[in-house]
């Protein structure tokens, strides 16, 4: 059956430190796989997707079939990024997507 | 900018109780989407909308779970009788071309 997981509920870094946040899929079919976002107070907002390799706020993910992972990673983290990530794979059988359980990121001054 | 409208954005009620949730999408968003979030959790879709049909609705509790899109615009999510274990955010998106979601601010429903 079709699975995102995120294996870190919480992710606490220092200001400047790189950031990795794990994301693995399981999926028979194509996946595509999305990083949502969502700041304190905000509304979930799409971060970045696999399919369009571009770096957003820093942030880059790249896919990697063979170890079905998407892992979202930035050099160095800044204050502002403390939110909870949530990595989303979609199935090309119906465009539904299926949702982590997310990362709370903490970005320490 | 279009935002995704939700009301009520909190919402108590007594279990047994009828309870719905209303969603108005952006404009030109042919497919609607309902969530149910729980503590802790990821989003889980409960019913799609493409229009004023529905899509999937595989994962809704039809015993107490109904949803409505009538003019394939603005859509309501009713629960009744509503249960302690339907306590959870419910989130409303919307797409036009199924790559990005665009989410509404939610509704949190606590049943007591």
């Known amino acids: 059956a079709q699975r995102v997981t995120q294996p870190e509920k919480l992710l606490s870094v220092f200001k400047g430190a790189p950031v990795e946040l794990k994301c693995n899929y399981s999926y028979s079919g194509s996946p595509e796989l999305f990083w949502y976002v969502q700041y304190s107070r905000q509304r979930l907002q799409l971060l970045l997707r696999h399919i369009s390799r571009e770096s957003i706020k820093g942030f880059t993910a790249d896919l990697n079939k063979g170890e079905t992972s998407f892992h979202l990673k930035k050099p160095f983290a800044q204050e502002e990024d403390s939110a909870m990530y949530y990595c989303a794979l979609r199935m090309d059988s119906n465009y539904q997507l299926i949702w982590g359980a997310g990362t709370k990121l903490i970005i320490k001054p | 900018e279009a935002e995704v409208a939700q009301s009520p954005r909190y919402k108590i009620t007594e279990k047994s109780q009828a309870v719905a949730f209303w969603c108005d999408p952006i404009s030109g968003h042919a497919t609607l989407y309902w969530y149910r979030q729980i503590l802790g959790q990821g989003p889980e879709l409960l019913v799609q909308f493409q229009d004023e049909s529905v899509v999937d609705d595989s994962q809704l509790p039809k015993d107490r779970f109904s949803a409505e899109r009538l003019k394939g615009v603005d859509s309501t999510l009713k629960i009744q009788p509503a249960e302690l274990g339907d306590s959870a955010m419910y989130l409303c998106?919307?797409?036009?071309?199924?790559?990005?979601?665009?989410f509404g601010p939610g509704t949190r429903l606590t049943v007591t």
């Open positions: 998106a919307s797409s036009r071309n199924f790559y990005e979601q665009y």
